[in-house]
């Protein structure tokens, strides 16, 4: 079960990992919930690495958390890219999901 204290673990290690512009969860993320597992996204101001070798980042920062995690990273200018169309993964997640970090 994704708890909140949960979450706030899956924001702390993130921010350590990543320095990242936004984090937002989608998906099922309460307590009420009977899912175990939690999807994530990741947006940075730029990426130096590949897609791959940034989602293994995230998985090995959140490697102490008892849950599945699918991460998903998009650089700033991607991630707003996938805001002009309803039906990419990005427009979603942005208007259905869990905002849970805003860079300053």
């Given at each position: 079960m994704?708890t ?9 290690q ?11 969860l989608?998906?099922l993320t309460?307590?009420q919930d009977?899912q175990?597992d939690?999807?994530?996204?990741v947006v940075?101001e730029e ?27 998009y650089t ?9 169309s ?8 942005k208007?259905?999901?869990l ?6």
């Open positions: 994704v909140n204290n949960v979450v706030e673990e899956i924001k702390a993130l921010v350590k990992a990543y320095n990242p512009q936004e984090i937002y989608y998906g309460t307590q009977d175990d939690v999807d994530i996204l940075l990426a130096h690495q590949s897609k791959y070798v940034l989602m293994v980042q995230g998985h090995k920062a959140l490697c102490n958390l008892d849950v599945g995690k699918n991460i998903f990273v700033k200018s991607e991630f707003e890219q996938e805001l002009q309803r039906g990419t993964l990005g427009f979603k997640i208007n259905q999901g905002k849970i970090y805003a860079k300053a």
